[in-house]
């Protein structure tokens, strides 16, 4: 049975356990090799490393996102939940592995934006930013400098503004209401301290990001071993080289594994060019196969000259791996069990094609990735104000509250209104054309009687509030950053519940329910009483 194929953590844990990859001599010598690597990221966070290279690797990776979303993090405890079932069952080390890809290009949209829940902002969330140039777009996100200190203030205080907003809004519709009144501390403070022990210990935005989840992996009390991909994967010199000399046929897979193959596919291999940016690698023919690197920032070729191997040693350390190529290239320090994400399902299913044809090692993978179901103060906000729109206008009351219906209603008496003032306007043609005596002062009183038209009817306030609960599906949709799990639920409790469901054998496709453990638990379950099902996806 396949990684993709299991529907548990029971059935998965069965499946890893019978690939599992013990080292052999080259391996650890690989291993002990990569664990410098590991060593510095955890020399330059600041956190305490326990990690036995003898074991099983169980490994997941992401590119270092800014305040990441859940999905993230709920990688890092597949591997965890995975590990403690190993442990269990084996008297054997288990080692849990992370890395970030930090050589990834900057121009990634989550390397620099995280969002949260607000159902009266534009599309239903609250976008915060990291500043990235567009000068740093065509390079590595580890050549981006990490925010100055105003930035990261800002930051915070944006942080804590949305939950001091939204928490006041939810106690002031449920009172409206006639709802429970949630009485709560929100959690900004940790959030706060993670973020300055990021930002202290880092020298750039992508350590900034990866420092920021490693301390919340850490809080959680997990012993996960972390790397950067820009350092450690020059280690697979062997694995990239061998690649490399086999690439006609890489090529040929990579073609016939992609549903719309096109042009030759590119070398598995990029270049870090001294300027920052990535180089994209091409090789020459026979006789030489020398390669050659074409920045797309500063737009230099740079030539390593002689034999494959001759020219990548002259590349390395500058080097990292294409998607398809890093789990076969990891088949060097044996990687048992690889958890990816939904948007990498395909280059991962290439990927093995590539690596049983070539006869090479390929782990065991699995994805995680339910919804996930509590009542934050974004949430909660979100259902308040629906219910709130459709109190103030007295609209379907006798009925479950519907997006669809509520916002059918105010588009009702939105024409209405328009239609008087289409109405107005057609009259004030006719007088502006005829041109009769005091036509002008005529024109006047029209468009004052437009203008009192809309403001005694609240023509805009109508409008905004068909708005905001046309927002309200897309702001309980939202996959959100972790900051709103650590706000409201606490990151420990939250990993703590999903790993919870994770033993219970949940369903790799059922949602996943949460707790805050306060009472803003009981509203949540009391407003979802109130709407349609269809409101929470």
């Not at 269990?88 to 992370?98: A, G, M, S």
């Not at 907003?165 to 993670?194: G, N, W, Y």
């Not at 090692?361 to 339910?370: A, E, L, M, Q, T």
């Amino acid at each position: 049975m396949r990684g993709d194929q299991c529907k548990n953590l029971q059935e998965l844990t069965r499946v890893v356990a019978g690939n599992a990859v013990y080292p052999d001599h080259t391996m650890r010598g690989k291993r002990k090799a990569f664990a410098e690597h590991v060593r510095a990221f955890h020399s330059d966070s600041r956190i305490p490393l326990q990690a036995d290279y003898e074991g099983i690797v169980l490994m997941s990776a992401h590119q270092p996102n800014f305040l990441p979303y859940s999905g993230v993090v709920r990688k890092a405890v597949l591997v965890h939940a995975v590990a403690e079932q190993l442990r269990e069952r084996f008297d054997y080390p288990v080692v849990e592995l992370f890395c970030f890809a930090d050589q990834d290009f900057a121009n990634e949209r989550w390397f620099r934006e995280a969002e949260l829940p607000s159902v009266r902002n534009r599309n239903g969330t609250l976008t915060l930013h990291l500043s990235v140039a567009p000068t740093y777009y065509n390079k590595l996100m580890r050549a981006v400098p990490k925010p100055d200190g105003d930035e990261v203030a800002k930051l915070k205080s944006d942080i804590e503004r949305w939950a001091s907003e939204s928490f006041d809004s939810v106690m002031k519709h449920a009172k409206r209401l006639k709802l429970p009144v949630p009485d709560v501390d929100l959690d900004t403070r940790t959030i706060s301290d993670v973020i300055d022990r990021a930002y202290e210990r880092s020298t750039n935005a992508a350590d900034f990001n990866a420092f920021f989840f490693a301390y919340l992996i850490e809080e959680c009390g997990y012993t996960t071993a972390f790397a950067r991909f820009s350092q450690c994967q020059q280690v697979f010199s062997d694995e990239i080289a061998f690649l490399l000399e086999n690439y006609d046929q890489y090529a040929r897979l990579m073609a016939a594994a992609q549903k719309n193959p096109g042009a030759k596919p590119p070398i598995p291999v990029w270049y870090h060019c001294p300027c920052g940016g990535k180089a994209d690698v091409e090789m020459r023919g026979a006789p030489d196969h020398a390669l050659m690197a074409k920045c797309r920032a500063c737009t230099t070729t740079i030539e390593f000259p002689g034999d494959l191997r001759s020219a990548l040693g002259q590349m390395l350390p500058n080097v990292s791996l294409r998607a398809e190529a890093m789990l076969i290239a990891f088949s060097g320090i044996g990687v048992s069990f690889y958890v990816g994400g939904h948007e990498g399902a395909e280059y991962l299913g290439r990927a093995e094609k590539i690596a049983g044809a070539l006869g090479m090692r390929f782990p065991v993978v699995s994805i995680w990735r339910p919804k996930d179901m509590y009542g934050g103060v974004g949430q909660l906000d979100a259902i308040l104000e629906l219910l709130r729109v459709r109190s103030k206008y007295n609209l379907a009351k006798d009925e479950k509250c519907d997006v669809e219906i509520v916002q059918g209603e105010l588009d009702d008496i939105l024409a209405d209104i328009d239609g008087v003032v289409c109405a107005l306007d057609n009259l004030k043609s006719a007088v502006a054309n005829r041109k009769i005596d005091g036509f002008k002062e005529k024109i006047a009183t029209i468009v004052s009687m437009q203008n009192e038209l809309r403001t005694r009817f609240e023509r805009n306030q109508i409008a905004r509030d068909r708005s905001i609960a046309g927002n309200t599906a897309k702001t309980l949709n939202v996959i959100p950053s972790v900051i709103d799990y650590a706000a409201n639920i606490g990151i420990r409790s939250t990993c703590a519940q999903w790993s919870h469901a994770l033993k219970g054998n949940i369903s790799f496709n059922a949602d996943v329910s949460l707790c805050t453990n306060t009472s803003m638990d009981a509203l949540f379950n009391l407003t979802k009483q109130l709407c349609t099902g269809d409101l929470f996806g």
